[in-house]
């Protein structure tokens, strides 16, 4: 259950995820409730007028100690991370940004006595040895991007804060997730929410995965659903406390192009695999999520044709009020 009374600090807030999830929690929590915090101020204005504001690098300590002062937190969501392509242009940052964040935070709750962290971990936590159909929860992880090891490193030191200082951390490992309010950075899933805005622009979208690359995926009502259901969740019920593993779909871009298709029957798809191809193929195909469903009652609500018809349908409405403001 939600204590409403609770302030919340979200940091990362006007990513992909940080941009929806910051807005359902302040419908939870009230708008003055919940602190959004980025390195550079909201673009979207919902996110900008419905509470606070606070201008973080979760890599300076002082910011945040002086954040935590102002506010007394009662949980953290630490969002901020470089994503899988990105990471492997500059990997030592890549390392210090989502390591040493990671610390900042888990420590910052601990000094700071608050009750409850949510952390994204990531299918990219898998990699080539990975068995990849179904993979389960405990199996083989040999990530081979920084992002993966990072995120694979990042759940070992959640796990260590909870046994030996029992500060309450959640985690999910995402598949890839898609939605139309905010773009994602740097991801190799990325391509799965860049097809639909060309789609309805009347474009041929250029595919950097080949057609037949299959990768779990989420749209980013579950994805919102999931990561509350979890936060909620009675602490004796969160029985994962590395990250717990996540899916609701899994589909190739031929098979994304097809379910597009049945509204917009014109649109064309060409494919140029680039360093990003090689990524895809280390993770898995399809997730077995039964820990997640078991513990805390998951259940994704939308399947491939049902995300696309609702992404076609807001992204057009989004587009037509862009054109008249
Ligand atoms: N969506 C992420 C990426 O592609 C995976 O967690 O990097």
Known sequence: ???????????????????????????????????????????????????????????????????????????????????????????????????DGLFNVLDLALEQKVEKVYWPSSIAVFGPSTPRQNTPQHTIMDPNTVYGISKQAGERWCEYYFQKYGLDVRSLRYPGLIGYKALPGGGTTDYAVDIYHKALEGETFECFLSGNTYLPMMYMPDAI??????????????????????????????????????????????????SRQQIADSWPQSIDDSAAQQDWGWKPAYDLDAMTADMLLNLKKMKEEQTLA
């Open 225 to 274: 659903k999931a990561t509350l259901d979890l936060m909620h969740a009675p602490a004796e019920q969160v029985k994962v406390r590395d990250s717990y593993n996540l899916s609701a779909m899994s589909f190739s871009p031929e098979e994304i192009t097809a379910s597009i298709q049945k509204h917009l029957p014109d649109f064309k798809i060409t494919y140029k695999p680039d």
């Open 1 to 99: 259950m939600a204590n409403t009374s609770d302030t919340v600090l979200v940091i990362g807030a006007c990513g992909q995820l940080g941009s929806e999830l910051t807005l359902e929690l302040r419908n939870l929590y009230g708008g003055s409730n919940v602190v959004a915090a980025d390195i550079s101020a909201p673009k979207q204005a919902d996110l900008r007028d419905s509470g606070p504001f606070e201008k973080v690098d979760v890599l300076d300590t002082k910011v945040l100690a002086d954040l935590a002062a102002k506010y007394k937190f009662k949980q953290i969501y630490h969002l901020a991370a470089v994503l899988s392509a990105t990471g492997e242009k500059n990997p030592k940052f890549a390392w210090k940004l989502n390591m």
